[in-house]
């Protein structure tokens, strides 16, 4: 084989080869149809698309203006129980824990010195009072001077009056229950030295308790004595009344705050003081008024707007409120009884966006 012959081969392989490689090629542009590689399909954004929000329809409902806050149980009496003088505690009478009743005599130091002394201006008195008697049938008699018997007479009334004053002392050596309580722990014990100074143990009185708790300065007005309110107790599932009896009579100045009181009855002692209590106080009750969503409401340019759901649209009102609760508000003018509110969504909704809607009764 020449070499011309060589060259003419090679050129036919080299067009062969060429010619299968751009053959798809060829014949796609023949036929007018071209095979590409597979492509994920294309998805046609529409700008007609409806956003989707929660909706409800509006009915007359009753609104609650309800102030809660948190506060606590203290006793309704409670005191640190000590001897009005000194000496030996010689007897303690009551137990630990215990309910006592007024007067209740608790414990007592050595009062063997006054005891004593009373004996002493007691048998005094008979016979200060025979001069007495004396002086005053002599006095009848015109048998001694008016001086002379009122001297005798004002040996008995001293006499007397010595032995009130032996007995006060008597009993500032007794330590009695100064009300209704239970009696706490005793940090005494007999033998000991007291003085005025020396706890013996705490009286609480916690029939009835108090609940104690601050309001501000919007409540100020609307809670007196009188007022009603409810409250819970940590780990406890029921609900308890009290009403209150007493408010502070002006503003802590560094809180802007005021002190209430109000009283619960605590039958049997239930409940201990020094519990935490959470409070709530009905303020205002409207009856009958149209209630939205807070959130369903947005500020804009000085107005409050809201948007209800019309033929398939939103449409922007114009409300009004009135009361304000922590969750809800009272429209008095824009949405009327049977209105779709709708209450989500709401910074991205404008007048006349279409929308499908979700209806809640939230």
Do not use: C, H
Request: net charge neutral; proline share 4%.
């Amino acid at each position: 084989m020449n070499k011309k012959t060589k060259i003419a081969l090679i050129s036919v392989i080299i067009l062969f080869i060429a010619g299968m490689a751009f053959y798809p090629y060829i014949k796609t542009r023949f036929s007018g149809k071209e095979e590409a590689s597979p492509s994920p399909p294309k998805t046609e954004s529409k700008s007609t698309d409806a956003f989707n929000v929660n909706a409800k329809v509006i009915k007359a409902e009753n609104l609650d203006d309800i102030f809660r806050t948190t506060g606590i149980l203290i006793p309704d009496e409670e005191v640190d129980l000590s001897f009005e003088t000194s000496g030996k505690i010689t007897n303690i009478y009551f137990q630990e824990g215990t309910s006592v009743t007024k007067g209740t005599l608790l414990a007592k130091v050595n009062d063997a010195p006054l005891q004593a002394e009373l004996e002493k201006l007691t048998t005094q008195i008979p016979l200060a009072e025979d001069r007495v008697f004396r002086q005053e049938s002599l006095l009848a008699k015109d048998a001694v001077s008016q001086e002379a018997f009122e001297s005798v007479k004002t040996e008995l009334d001293k006499l007397k009056a010595d032995i009130d004053l032996v007995k006060a002392r008597i009993a500032q050596t007794e330590l009695r229950a100064p009300f209704d309580g239970i009696i706490g722990l005793r940090q005494v014990s007999e033998g000991a030295y007291a003085s005025p100074t020396t706890v013996v143990s705490r009286l609480t009185k916690i029939v009835p308790l108090k609940v104690e708790f601050s309001i501000n300065e919007r409540q100020a007005n609307e809670i007196k004595a009188g007022t009603p309110l409810t409250f819970t107790l940590v780990n406890d599932l029921n609900i308890y009344g009290a009403s209150v009896y007493a408010v502070e009579s002006r503003l802590d100045e560094s809180t802007l705050s005021l002190k209430v009181r109000a009283r619960y009855p605590n039958a049997g002692g239930k409940l201990k003081p020094g519990q935490s209590a959470t409070i709530e106080i009905k303020l205002q009750e409207i009856k009958n008024t149209i209630v939205i969503p807070s959130l369903s409401t947005v500020a804009e340019m000085g107005r409050d707007i809201a948007y209800i759901y019309k033929d398939g649209k939103a449409k922007q009102v114009v409300v009004k409120k009135g009361m304000r609760t922590a969750s809800s508000v009272q429209v008095l003018d824009g949405i009327q009884t049977g209105d779709t509110l709708l209450t989500s969504g709401i910074m991205q909704l404008r007048d006349g966006m279409p929308v499908t809607i979700n209806l809640t009764n939230d």
